[in-house]
């Protein structure tokens, strides 16, 4: 597993930095992978679990938008999409899930969501 500081594009490098939130390796590169290759003017940081995240959610102002997987392991009911909403209320929140369902989509839209 990569070390956290090894993945972090900081502020300065980057004109827009993206948080993705992932607990997959896999699916965490390949998201990664797919943001970066959109534009040179993006920044990549990780976090592996929502504690992470909001430790890193901490700076405010540092990131312009989140990404962040629905199925990550801690986020039973949507408690950690809520606390991320709570710590970062004006940043947009992208939320990926592999589950296609309209209950679920309304539940992570009125969690914070955009």
């Known amino acids: ?3 956290s500081s090894n ?3 900081n502020k300065e490098t980057s004109e827009r930095l993206v948080l993705l939130i992932e607990n997959s390796q896999q699916d965490l590169k390949l998201c990664k ?3 970066l290759t ?4 993006y920044g990549v940081d990780t976090a592996a679990t929502g504690e992470e995240a909001l ?3 901490l ?3 540092k990131y312009d938008v989140i990404v ?3 199925e990550i392991g801690e986020n039973e ?3 950690v999409l809520q606390a991320i909403h709570k710590a970062a209320p004006y940043c947009p929140i992208i939320v990926i899930t592999r589950e296609d369902s309209p209950e679920l989509a309304l539940k992570i839209l009125l969690s914070g969501a955009s």
Do not use: F, R, V
């Open 77 to 79: 009911n949507g408690e």
């Open 68 to 70: 962040m997987d629905y």
């Open 33 to 35: 992978k797919a943001i």
């Open 59 to 61: 700076q405010p102002g």
């Open 55 to 57: 430790a890193k959610l």
């Open 7 to 9: 993945q972090t594009t």
């Open 1 to 3: 597993m990569e070390s």
């Open 38 to 41: 959109q534009s040179h003017l």
